[in-house]
Each structure stands twice: as structure tokens, then as C-alpha cells.
């Protein structure tokens, strides 16, 4: 397909009473439930950010893209071998009152929710909804026994297949599950693959190449500011592309992690004969934007992300068949969206520009002569290792004992 149909998680709320407010939080508050109760009384509670809202007679449904599974990711796993599922999940309200004085408008702004639901006669039917914050995050990780996971390491490799791992720590004296996850990342072949930031000619890092911010945790990454940024003619990256300066179809994969809220360029291709053709990934507060700008006009593309909490994450996008993007936010898919026929006019002229008036820190940037590779940014299978011998304190995760880690691994699969 060029567009691939799915079946979406569907999970059923019941609403006894709809207020005038559309704040999903609001229609449960007259239960006053708290977040550990509800945790406790559910099979599965997930953080989701919601799209807008559309009605149909008592049934409101609200789109969400899957940020994290606190409980029940196990269920999910199941469901999604069984219906397709991505990352999208379907949310439908089932109301006993009418509703047409709640509803999101299309311009809504989108929001993050901690949603709990529970398995009824092969259906998942939500219960409570709260509005998500730090706080509200780590009260639930506190009610399961478990600290946040920490974010995914490095990829061991920049290409042809690497490993990354994250951890977290029980809180209390014991605690059910794991607490190492490992994936495969980068599984790109590195002969289809370049990777600008690894430049060793200075001449292209504005400013000089010494005076970029390494960040000391993370060896592959740099911190950029609005004043530091990559320029150079695509024709140095891809010299061999049949008269053009980078391949018609390919794929962009990058690890990414903002301090803060803010706007600018991530990556953009833009032509020296047309200044007003491009094309564009760009930070949009905790969202992302692809723009295409070309003659016959300009489209943009809103990906959520979720970049407000400071944590890594894994963008991918592939551009083929002159008019298609496919787009992976954190090993998943979260998009394809299919622009007018032939309009995706990548300019044959373009100079490649990395972090221009951009804050944040960027890994692993990858342009890949594939349009089918945004997929093999890092694998959404995840193993989980119980590993005893690494422990928390203070000092962050130590190896506590010498023998063989290998054996005293235990692998679920």
C-alpha cells in the first residue's frame, strides 16, 4: 500500500453526566477518584495526547498518540498482534446525556492525558482520565513500586545494527517486573547511510566545530544553540546521485531532546535556484512540523511528539513516490500522509542545513539513500532483562557484584 490500513485500539469510556466543559478531566470529576486509586482499579493505564474531539449523536471520540504504558503493556502487546494496533488509540465516550455542548474544536489545542481502562468482553473500556503533568507521572510510577525509566541509551552504532538499553529502579523492597529494557536501533545498512554531525572538515559547523557543546553523558551527541548550526552543499554528502544533489527518495532518522520549550530548524533542504522551495523539519513547542514549500504551495505536516519533558526521542521520516511521508515518533508509526499528487518536490539544487535558530541536542542524524528506512530507526520490540546485579544510588546505576552478568540475566521473551 501506499496507504496502509490498520485497525485502531478502541477503548469505550462511560459517562454518566457531561459538563459544559470539554477538558476530558472534567468529565470525571464528579467521582473524585485519585490517581492511585484508579491506577490500582484498572488493567491498563496509558499516557496519550489527544487530537480533536469529533461527535456523532451520544458518541464523542477523541483520537490520542501513544506516548507511554504504565500497566498493562502486555494486554496491549496482545491486542496489537490481534487488530494491526499502532500507535494511535481511538477513544470513544459513550454518553447518557447529550453532549453537544462538550466538544473539541478542530483548532483545540492538543493535550496529554493518563488514561486507565480495563479488558470487558474483548473490549477496553476506559474509566477515568486526568490531565497529565510531572507530578501526575511520577505519582503513578510511585504507585506501581517503580521510579520513571530512564531515557534510552545511545545506539551502540551509528548503522547496520546496533543495541540501546534503558533502566529503572524499585522504590520499594520488592517489586513485580524487570528493570532493564534492551532494543535494536540503527538497523540501516551503513553504505546507503550519512551522518553530517560526524563531518570532520570544520569549515561546514557555524560556528567552528570546537566550539560545539559535546554533551558528556552522551558521546554522539552535541548541544546546539541558536548560533550553532550545519550549512553544506548536499552535493559533499551525495556526490554520486545522477546530476542531483541528494536522492529523490530517502529517509531522515534522528535522536532529539529539548531543555526547553522552543521554536526553530531542525533539518532542512532548500534550493539555490528556487529560495522558495524547501523542505523543512522544525520545532513547534512540544511538537514538530514538516513543511514543504514549492511552487504549486505549501503543506504541513503536525507531528506529535511530546517533546516538553526533556527526555530523548527517536524522529523518522521517509519521503518516496513524489508525493508520500511516512513518520515514526519513537519506534512507532504515528503517520502517513499523502500529499497532492507529485508535489513533493525535493529541490535537486539544495544545500542541507542541521539547527538553524534551534536550542536542544541532537544524536545519531542520519540521512539514508532509502525511502522504506524510517522503520529501522530502532525496533518498537522491546526485551526485558531482570538483572539483579545493577542497583540504584546515588551515584545512578552501579554493577554491584563481579560475576557472571550474562548468567545472572533473566530473559523474557
Not at 122 to 140: F, G, H, K, M, Q
Not at 210 to 231: C, E, H, M, V
Not at 284 to 308: Q, Y
Request: overall charge negative.
Amino acid at each position: 500500500m501506499i496507504i496502509k490500513t490498520f485497525t485502531v485500539l478502541s477503548i469505550v469510556l462511560l459517562v454518566s453526566n457531561l459538563t459544559n466543559c470539554c477538558d476530558l478531566e472534567e468529565l470525571f470529576s464528579a467521582r473524585e477518584i485519585s490517581l492511585e486509586a484508579a491506577l490500582n482499579a484498572s488493567d491498563i493505564a496509558f499516557r496519550g495526547f489527544s487530537t480533536p474531539v469529533r461527535e456523532q449523536s451520544s458518541i464523542i471520540t477523541v483520537y490520542f498518540d501513544l506516548v507511554a504504558i504504565y500497566k498493562g503493556e502486555g494486554l496491549l502487546i496482545e491486542w496489537r498482534k490481534l487488530n494491526n494496533y499502532f500507535r494511535k488509540i481511538n477513544v470513544t465516550f459513550l454518553t447518557r446525556s447529550g453532549s453537544s455542548e462538550c466538544l473539541m474544536l478542530e483548532n483545540e489545542v492538543p493535550r496529554d492525558y493518563i488514561v486507565f481502562a480495563n479488558f470487558l468482553d474483548d473490549e477496553i473500556r476506559a474509566t477515568s482520565a486526568a490531565r497529565w503533568d510531572e507530578e501526575a507521572d511520577l505519582r503513578v510510577w510511585r504507585s506501581l513500586g517503580w521510579s520513571q525509566w530512564s531515557d534510552w541509551s545511545a545506539c551502540s552504532v551509528s548503522c547496520s545494527s546496533g543495541i540501546q538499553q534503558r533502566t529503572r529502579h524499585c522504590l520499594e523492597a520488592k517489586c513485580s517486573g524487570f528493570n532493564i529494557q534492551q532494543r535494536h536501533c540503527n538497523l540501516f545498512g551503513c553504505n546507503e547511510t550519512v551522518t553530517p554531525l560526524s563531518l570532520k572538515e570544520g569549515k561546514f559547523f557555524h560556528p567552528s566545530r570546537d566550539r560545539w557543546q559535546p554533551i558528556p553523558d552522551r558521546p554522539t551527541a552535541w548541544r546546539l544553540t541558536p548560533n550553532s548550526y550545519i550549512w553544506i552543499p548536499a552535493s559533499v554528502l551525495f556526490p554520486d546521485e545522477d546530476g542531483r544533489n541528494i536522492p529523490r527518495e530517502f529517509s531522515l532518522a534522528l535522536t532529539i531532546r529539548i531543555p526547553n520549550v522552543t521554536l526553530g530548524t531542525v533539518f532542512s533542504l532548500r534550493s539555490r535556484s528556487k529560495q522558495q522551495t524547501y523542505l523543512s523539519l522544525e520545532v513547534a513547542g512540544s511538537d514538530l512540523k514538516l513543511i514543504h514549500a514549492a511552487e504549486t504551495g505549501t503543506d504541513v505536516v503536525r507531528i506529535p511528539a511530546g517533546l516538553d519533558d526533556a527526555q530523548w526521542h527517536q524522529i523518522a521520516f521517509s519521503v518516496r513516490d513524489e508525493s508520500i511521508l511516512d513518520v515514526f515518533v519513537d519506534c512507532e508509526w504515528s503517520r502517513t500522509e499523502i500529499l497532492l499528487a507529485h508535489t513533493l518536490d525535493i529541490p535537486n539544487d539544495c544545500d542541507i542545513i542541521i539547527g538553524y535558530l534551534f536550542t536542544g541536542d541532537l544524536e545519531h542524524l542520519s540521512i539514508i539513500k532509502n525511502a522504506h528506512s524510517a522503520k529501522l530507526q530502532c525496533s518498537s520490540t522491546q526485551v526485558p532483562i531482570e538483572d539483579p546485579d545493577v542497583r540504584f544510588t546515588k551515584d545512578g546505576f552501579k554493577l554491584f557484584t563481579r560475576k557472571n552478568i550474562a548468567k545472572s540475566r533473566k530473559h523474557r521473551y
